[in-house]
Nanobody, 114 residues
Framework: VQVVESGGGFVQAGGSLRLSCTAS????????LGWFRQGPGKQRELVAS???????NYVDSVQGRFTISTDNGGNTVYLQMNPLKPEDTGIYYC?????????WGQGTQVTVSA
């Protein structure tokens, strides 16, 4: 199973991006889903999660600005980000946690200029 992120890029502060994450098999149904990021010189942190029961959680720094969601088919998980701030710069990773397994994507770079 392969997890692939897309949608990163370079944007000015105040702008928006939408990240997408897909898997080679229908892994998202019944899985905990999350988006992590790792900023320059920082540890990887969880920024948004969508738990199996549908509950979503966000780190305080992105609350009200980021939204995690899935498509109706359960094949794609999104992270809508706006407005973006320079401190949101980093590599964003999709995390998929089905029962008894943990999957990571390769990451997508997000760069926000001041």
């Amino acid at each position: 199973v392969q997890v692939v992120e897309s949608g990163g890029g370079f944007v000015q502060a105040g702008g928006s991006l939408r990240l997408s994450c897909t898997a080679s098999k229908n892994m998202f149904r019944g899985s905990n889903l999350g988006w992590f990021r790792q900023g320059p010189g920082k540890q990887r942190e969880l920024v948004a999660s969508n738990m199996r029961g549908g509950r979503t959680n966000y780190v305080d720094s992105v609350q009200g600005r980021f939204t995690i969601s899935t498509d109706n088919g359960g094949n794609t998980v999104y992270l809508q980000m706006n407005p973006l701030k320079p401190e949101d710069t980093g590599i964003y990773y999709c995390h998929v946690n089905p029962p008894n397994s943990v999957l990571w994507g390769q990451g997508t770079q997000v760069t926000v200029s001041a």
